[in-house]
């Protein structure tokens, strides 16, 4: 999963924007559980929906990522998705 951090806090562009299962499953139920080896966190999930804090996402995976990646890999950017870090 691409995701950019910003000092205590990651951003996550879901691949198809609103209509990703994923997505809708953070609205229904934010909280989520990040895992990488033996490191396990749970957070509560923010959706993002004001067009220009979305697009400010989006600016930054495409400065971390590449424009033509983020633009081949998710194709619709209308929200995006905050999870605070411990």
């Given at each position: 999963m691409w995701f950019v951090q910003k000092r205590e806090t990651l951003y996550l562009l879901p691949v198809t924007g609103s209509d990703s299962a994923w997505y809708a499953?953070?609205?229904k139920t934010p909280g989520v559980r990040l895992s990488a080896g033996q490191a396990q966190?749970?957070?509560?999930?923010k959706p993002i929906g004001d067009p220009a804090a979305v697009e400010q996402v989006v600016d930054d995976f495409r400065a971390k990522y590449g424009a033509l990646n983020v633009e081949a890999y998710y194709?619709?950017?209308d929200v995006a998705v905050e999870l605070p870090l411990p």
């Amino acid at each position: 999963m691409w995701f950019v951090q910003k000092r205590e806090t990651l951003y996550l562009l879901p691949v198809t924007g609103s209509d990703s299962a994923w997505y809708a499953d953070v609205l229904k139920t934010p909280g989520v559980r990040l895992s990488a080896g033996q490191a396990q966190y749970n957070a509560e999930a923010k959706p993002i929906g004001d067009p220009a804090a979305v697009e400010q996402v989006v600016d930054d995976f495409r400065a971390k990522y590449g424009a033509l990646n983020v633009e081949a890999y998710y194709p619709k950017h209308d929200v995006a998705v905050e999870l605070p870090l411990p």
